[in-house]
């Protein structure tokens, strides 16, 4: 088996020490934490970086604090895993869970950090389709200083993230749920231990049967997560009954610009999205009865 | 490209050694200290063969740098068997024809041995779960699943171990 290159390799004791480094580093450095993602990439020489900067020393970046009544935050370090056990995650923000869930391998989500997903910017990422849904933000340290992003402005590309060299993700920040909100999260794999060829999340607040603020992401069937915000105007202001979910689901549809590959044509991720959509509302409208 | 000296802890035993940055834990165990029961197939963290626990979590060796893990508690499958005899996942392995070709073994029941030590008493859908991420590429699935649910069982009875 092919042995890494050669690099030289760093562990920062803080957030500031890590972003002094990867600010001098510039393109010549890389962030390591789980590592689930970066290994492979430099077993199979994807990427050469002249510097591994460990951060799974720094302390204090490994929690979830918080609940839905008052918002939730965890931290760069937080496994998968952690998140996927969190009771308050289960219960609040139900979503997330079921996206970490799925994820079949136990030492992924045991070593992969959820903000390391986040930042590979796969647009298959099932932690990030719900993330979105969820109106996520993320925090972004520099050696400027620190500034909060919604992840809808996080993604700019496949693999691609507005984050420049030097930057650093320390924090996802969830906002507070609001009372009557339910949600669904839907893929389709073609094996189970498969990344997703479609995936959705849909989260919903409502009030005396009516959709006061609908939210739908979708991953892996465009260049980043997206908000299928025609569907979504769709509902709000609406009851959820079968017609608007039919509508919706169609919409939503429209709103994909998925690619042929391996997994699945184009034509069929199109069409599985709009029927991953529906099913995703009908389960929302299933738990919001219950 | 500097060399360290690195103290782990394997096996329960202390060991103190010059590690290259770029070695990862997999290369470490098998090549510098012949710790060989560990496997390497995909390399790339998809199969599962070389789980062992670090800090009693279930971890790709193949895809964790040597360097990063200095101080920790690694457990691999030469931890297992005593003096006194195999362990019971690996007694419960046999027993139940769990191993075809052997090579996903060590990995399984390494993860075995996370989810049991979590979830002493699991479901067979739990069992599943757990082992999502190791493969077996004789597709043995259904005699390791007996296997782990048989050992669950024997190490209920002893108390666990």
Same mark, same amino acid.
Not at chain 1, 15 to 42: N, Q, T
Not at chain 1, 239 to 257: C, F, G, M, N, Y
């Given at each position: 088996?092919?042995?890494?290159?050669p690099?030289e390799y760093?562990?920062? @004791?803080?957030?500031?020490?890590?972003?002094?480094?990867?600010?001098?580093?510039?393109?010549?450095?890389?962030?390591?934490?789980?590592?689930?993602?970066?290994?492979?990439?430099?077993?199979?020489?994807?990427?050469?970086? @002249?510097?591994?900067?460990?951060?799974?020393?720094?302390?204090?970046?490994?929690?979830?604090?918080?609940?839905?009544?008052?918002?939730?935050?965890?931290?760069?370090?937080?496994?998968?895993?952690?998140?996927?056990?969190?009771?308050?995650?289960?219960?609040?923000?139900?979503?997330?869970?079921?996206?970490?869930?799925?994820?079949?391998?136990?030492?992924?989500?045991?070593?992969?950090?959820?903000?390391?997903?986040?930042?590979?910017?796969?647009?298959?990422?099932?932690?990030?389709? !719900?993330?979105?849904?969820?109106?996520?933000?993320?925090?972004?340290?520099?050696? !400027?200083?620190?500034?909060?992003?919604?992840?809808?402005?996080?993604?700019?590309?496949?693999?691609?993230?507005?984050?420049?060299?030097?930057?650093?993700?320390?924090?996802?920040?969830?906002? !507070?749920?609001?009372?009557?909100?339910?949600?669904?999260?839907?893929?389709?794999?073609?094996?189970?231990?498969?990344?997703?060829?479609?995936?959705?999340?849909?989260?919903?607040?409502?009030?005396?049967?009516?959709?006061?603020?609908?939210?739908?992401?979708?991953?892996?069937?465009?260049?980043?997560?997206?908000?299928?915000?025609?569907?979504?105007?769709?509902?709000?202001?609406?009851?959820?009954?079968?017609?608007?979910?039919?509508? @919706? !689901?169609?919409?939503?549809?429209?709103?994909?610009?998925?690619?042929?590959?391996?997994?699945?044509?184009?034509?069929?991720?199109?069409?599985?999205?709009?029927?991953?959509?529906?099913?995703?509302?009908?389960?929302?409208?299933?738990?919001?009865? @219950? | 490209m500097k060399k360290e =000296?690195?103290?782990?802890?394997?096996?329960?035993?202390?060991?103190?050694?010059?590690?290259e940055s770029?070695?990862?834990?997999?290369? &470490?165990?098998?090549?510098?200290?012949? &710790?060989?029961?560990? /496997?390497?197939?995909?390399?790339?963290?998809?199969?599962?063969?070389?789980?062992?626990?670090?800090?009693? *979590?279930?971890?790709?060796?193949?895809?964790?740098?040597?360097i %990063?893990?200095?101080?920790?508690?690694? &457990?691999?499958?030469?931890?297992?068997?005593?003096?006194?005899?195999?362990?019971?996942?690996?007694?419960?392995?046999?027993?139940?024809?769990? =191993?075809?070709?052997?090579?996903?073994?060590?990995?399984?029941?390494?993860?075995? /041995?996370?989810?049991?030590?979590?979830?002493?008493?699991?479901?067979?859908?739990?069992? *599943?779960?757990?082992?999502?991420?190791?493969?077996?590429?004789?597709?043995?699935?259904? *005699?390791?699943?007996?296997?782990?649910?048989?050992? %669950?069982?024997?190490?209920? *009875?002893?108390?666990?171990?």
């Amino acid at each position: 088996m092919q042995s890494l290159k050669p690099f030289e390799y760093v562990e920062p @004791a803080t957030i500031e020490e890590a972003v002094s480094l990867l600010s001098d580093y510039a393109d010549k450095g890389k962030l390591l934490a789980g590592g689930v993602d970066i290994m492979p990439r430099l077993r199979h020489r994807k990427i050469k970086p @002249a510097f591994i900067l460990n951060i799974k020393k720094i302390q204090g970046l490994d929690y979830i604090d918080g609940n839905g009544g008052d918002g939730l935050r965890f931290g760069a370090l937080t496994t998968i895993r952690s998140i996927e056990l969190s009771p308050v995650i289960r219960k609040d923000y139900s979503i997330l869970y079921e996206a970490a869930h799925q994820l079949p391998s136990h030492q992924v989500k045991s070593m992969g950090t959820m903000v390391g997903n986040l930042c590979v910017g796969t647009p298959a990422s099932d932690m990030a389709t !719900s993330l979105l849904a969820l109106d996520a933000e993320l925090k972004i340290v520099n050696t !400027s200083g620190e500034k909060i992003l919604p992840i809808e402005d996080f993604y700019i590309g496949v693999g691609q993230t507005v984050l420049e060299p030097g930057d650093m993700v320390t924090e996802v920040i969830l906002p !507070s749920v609001m009372p009557g909100t339910r949600g669904s999260y839907q893929h389709l794999v073609r094996t189970r231990a498969d990344i997703s060829k479609v995936c959705v999340a849909v989260w919903i607040t409502i009030t005396d049967g009516i959709c006061k603020q609908a939210r739908i992401a979708l991953g892996a069937v465009a260049p980043t997560v997206f908000r299928a915000k025609k569907a979504e105007a769709l509902l709000n202001g609406r009851e959820l009954d079968q017609d608007v979910i039919e509508a @919706a !689901s169609q919409a939503a549809s429209q709103e994909t610009k998925p690619i042929t590959d391996l997994r699945s044509t184009a034509e069929y991720r199109k069409e599985a999205a709009g029927i991953l959509v529906k099913r995703a509302l009908n389960k929302t409208l299933e738990r919001a009865k @219950a | 490209m500097k060399k360290e =000296i690195a103290k782990f802890t394997i096996n329960d035993r202390p060991y103190e050694l010059l590690v290259e940055s770029n070695v990862t834990l997999a290369e &470490l165990l098998r090549e510098q200290l012949d &710790l060989t029961g560990t /496997k390497c197939a995909c390399g790339v963290g998809e199969c599962g063969s070389c789980t062992v626990l670090i800090d009693g *979590k279930p971890t790709l060796s193949c895809s964790t740098l040597a360097i %990063a893990v200095r101080e920790k508690d690694i &457990l691999t499958i030469e931890s297992l068997a005593t003096r006194e005899g195999l362990h019971p996942i690996q007694q419960a392995f046999i027993d139940h024809g769990a =191993i075809q070709c052997g090579f996903c073994t060590p990995g399984m029941i390494m993860m075995t /041995k996370a989810l049991l030590d979590e979830n002493p008493d699991p479901t067979e859908q739990e069992v *599943k779960e757990g082992i999502g991420g190791n493969l077996c590429r004789c597709t043995g699935y259904v *005699k390791i699943v007996d296997g782990i649910l048989a050992a %669950a069982e024997s190490m209920g *009875k002893e108390g666990g171990r």
